[in-house]
């Protein structure tokens, strides 16, 4: 059974740092795309950053372009998402996500959509 837990979320004043992780077990780690999202209050989740895992593509939402980066832990299992520069509007719930890559993943990194293993969640709170 595929599971996803995702931790170090936190609340910080604006300008701060946050690393979250994510732990995955339950499964085969191979070639997976696995996703960082976030949904803030009365908006709709949106994704945030994902990883290629068969080669390290990497994309990002143009809205943490240059502050956030995610990276896969030294154990293969973990996922990291590195928050930097923290604004009020990163404010949110943030989720781990997995999928299986499609056949462009390696030229274009992981979509942010038709992820189907999601974690709980981990808050992230961000004042100004």
């Known amino acids: 059974q595929v599971q996803l837990a995702e931790s170090g979320g936190g609340s910080v004043q604006a300008g701060g740092s946050l690393r979250l992780s994510c732990t995955a077990s339950g499964y085969t780690y191979s070639n997976d795309c696995m996703g960082w999202f976030r949904q803030a209050p009365g908006k709709e989740r949106e994704g945030v950053a994902t990883?290629?895992?068969?080669?390290?593509?990497?994309t990002y939402a143009d809205s943490v372009k240059g502050r956030f980066t995610i990276s896969q832990g030294i154990a293969k299992n973990i996922v990291h998402l590195y928050m930097n520069s923290l604004k009020p509007e990163d404010t949110g719930m943030y989720y781990c996500?997995?999928?299986?890559?499609?056949?462009?993943?390696?030229?274009?990194?992981?979509?942010?959509?038709?992820?189907?293993?999601w974690g709980q969640g981990t808050q992230v709170t961000v004042s100004s």
């Open positions: 990883i290629y895992i068969g080669g390290g593509r990497t």
């Open positions: 996500a997995r999928r299986t890559p499609d056949i462009f993943a390696s030229r274009r990194g992981c979509p942010m959509y038709e992820y189907n293993y």
